[in-house]
């Protein structure tokens, strides 16, 4: 990982970004047709910090809840999955955010979600009130496009963070483009685009892309961010693509290698939380110095692992037999397939079936 033998950090990766409780329905259908719900968490930042720090790995989460019940549940949970939490703070004055949300794909026209986090006491984060001490002791900061969206404050925050400055850790940046996030009159893809450039591993959607920029196509998506050291293109069923940039040393141009991995055969059962997965997958490996091939399939692995149980978050598979897979030829990676409880069937046999 570029400057990480260098560096000495407290933690290995500092997630920032709102956690919300969401209130996962308890069967399919509309929203004014569901009966109940059950209280889980959800935020794109703490979701990532919950899957390294069950991969073993020093994570912390540094966000903003109210002095609520909301709030205490949050903080309880996360630090459950062995994350610390000591950098939160409470807002007495502003709740925790919450949300709803129909139990089909987010991707299909019957998905729906109710957000009620205007207001939220993640939303007043700024530059003045974020522990800039926690935010940058780390090996790797790791932010997303949701923060800025949230205010004017937030974004300033992730402007401040992205900036240059001495010593500053590596910057994994996750577009994850929400346009209805954005207020009115604010040019969300532009100033999603800006901060891209401004990061240095940025994870992006190649639909995400070409909804907000423009542009589509791996090659053009490279030319729209030049700037960050890698680059991976997640291109759904299809796999991902990742530039990185190789040489440009004693004067050189520096140039990108660019490694495809194909995408796993898995049973889905719900389609929630596996970007935010992937991205931890991939941290986890670029925090152990594995190559980008096995980088991007370990991200493909812990991805697996959340669209195979109902929620947003689950343990990842035992490191042990992650490594083994990502080490398989590709034809055999090719042939494997993924079902529920595949993380903690007793043998390599029962965990995977070909296809």
């Known amino acids: 990982m570029p400057g990480s033998a260098a560096r000495t950090a407290t933690a290995d990766v500092v997630c920032l970004g709102e956690s919300m409780v969401t209130f996962l329905p308890s069967q399919p259908g509309r929203l004014a047709d569901v009966p109940s719900f059950g209280r889980g968490i959800g935020g794109a930042e703490s979701n990532v910090a919950c899957a390294l720090a069950a991969a073993g790995h020093r994570a912390k989460w540094v966000g903003r809840v109210g002095a609520d019940g909301f709030g205490d549940h949050l903080v309880d949970t996360i630090a459950g999955y062995g994350v610390d939490t000591s950098a939160v703070r409470r807002d007495p004055a502003r709740p925790t955010g919450i949300y709803f949300r129909t139990a089909t794909d987010r991707a299909t026209d019957t998905h729906e979600v109710a957000y009620y986090r205007a207001g939220s006491a993640a939303s007043a984060m700024s530059p003045r009130n974020v522990p800039y001490e926690d935010l940058l002791d780390t090996r790797v900061l790791h932010l997303s496009g949701i923060t800025a969206a949230l205010s004017a404050d937030c974004l300033a925050l992730l402007r401040d963070l992205t900036a240059p400055r001495e010593g500053r850790p590596l910057i994994s940046f996750d577009v994850n483009h929400r346009p209805g996030l954005w207020r009115d009159g604010e040019a969300g893809p532009e100033v999603l685009l800006d901060l891209a450039r401004r990061s240095d591993l940025v994870f992006v959607g190649e639909d995400e892309a070409e909804e907000a920029w423009g542009v589509h196509g791996t090659e053009a998506i ?134």
């Open 222 to 355: 490279r030319a729209a961010l030049p700037e960050p050291d890698v680059l991976v293109v997640k291109r759904g069923s299809d796999g991902v693509t990742v530039f990185s940039r190789t040489g440009g040393t004693g004067g050189g141009t520096a140039e990108d290698t660019v490694t495809t991995v194909p995408s796993l055969h898995v049973d889905v059962v719900a389609a929630v939380g596996a970007g935010d997965a992937f991205a931890a997958g991939f941290l986890s490996a670029t925090l152990r110095g594995l190559p980008v091939r096995d980088r991007a399939r370990h991200g493909h692995l812990m991805a697996a692992a959340v669209l195979t149980v109902p929620g947003d978050l689950t343990g990842p598979p035992p490191r042990a037999h992650a490594d083994r897979l990502a080490a398989l030829d590709d034809e055999a990676w090719g042939t494997l397939r993924l079902g529920p409880g595949w993380t903690v069937a007793a043998g390599a046999n029962e965990e995977v079936r070909v296809t």
